[in-house]
T-cell receptor, first 112, second 113 residues
Framework: LAKTTQPISMDSYEGQEVNITCSHN???????ITWYQQFPSQGPRFIIQ???TKVTNEVASLFIPADRKSSTLSLPRVSLSDTAVYYC?????????????FGTGTRLQVTL | GAGVSQSPRYKVAKRGQDVALRCDPI?????LFWYQQALGQGPEFLTY????????KSGLPSDRFFAERPEGSVSTLKIQRTQQEDSAVYLC???????????FGPGTRLTVT
């Protein structure tokens, strides 16, 4: 499984755009990049997934360069409620098992 | 619709006691996963079921940990002779066949004293 590296923590003010970058130098051809969000006392929640280029949904965008050795989760105009831990996961998640391998994540703190 | 539910939400056990943690997945979800999350860490995989078959139990830390899903829906994670290092949040997740998104429950926080 590809190892991921992401910042331990980030701070932002409400209303700003937040970009969290994850590096995954040994990503494999079949691997997808997936981001989960976790609030205290809750299980992780799926945010977005991509394979290459750019993916956008109603809550975030995911930018993946051509070499796929890194990816950036972009949260537009964060609010206090976006304070959470964000996990970058890399792996072939389409298989039968597809267990998720989490790192320590990025703790995002949003303040006024 | 109802999400993944887990019970109890909190459990305190004395060292050496046996505990049983329950997971009710989303109805119709074929795949079920158990994860263990230590304080300040990301979740770590324990075991995986497809219907009633336990296809991967490579993450179970010792033979004191046992999981079952006898009818392919509700699952129970049992920990025998609990130790202090078992203190953690135990998360259950389910997924439909062919989907990549796992839906997590709120977890059971186990504290072993």
């Amino acid at each position: 499984l590809a190892k991921t590296t992401q910042p331990i923590s980030m701070d932002s003010y409400e209303g700003q755009e937040v970009n969290i970058t994850c590096s995954h130098n040994n990503i494999a051809t079949n691997d997808y990049i997936t981001w989960y969000q976790q609030f205290p006392s809750q299980g992780p929640r799926f945010i977005i997934q991509g394979y290459k280029t750019k993916v956008t949904n109603e809550v975030a965008s995911l930018f993946i360069p051509a070499d796929r050795k890194s990816s950036t989760l972009s949260l537009p105009r964060v609010s206090l409620s976006d304070t959470a831990v964000y996990y970058c996961l890399v792996g072939d998640l389409t298989g039968t098992a597809s267990k998720l391998t989490f790192g320590t994540g990025t703790r995002l703190q949003v303040t006024l | 619709g109802a999400g993944v539910s887990q019970s109890p939400r909190y459990k305190v056990a004395k060292r050496g006691q046996d505990v049983a943690l329950r997971c009710d997945p989303i109805s119709g979800h074929v795949s079920l996963f158990w994860y263990q999350q230590a304080l300040g860490q990301g979740p770590e995989f324990l075991t995986y079921f497809q219907n009633e078959a336990q296809l991967d139990k490579s993450g179970l830390p010792s033979d004191r940990f046992f999981a079952e899903r006898p009818e392919g829906s509700v699952s129970t994670l049992k920990i025998q002779r609990t130790q202090q290092e078992d203190s953690a949040v135990y998360l259950c997740a389910s997924r439909t066949g062919g989907s990549y998104e796992q839906y997590f429950g709120p977890g059971t926080r186990l504290t072993v004293t």
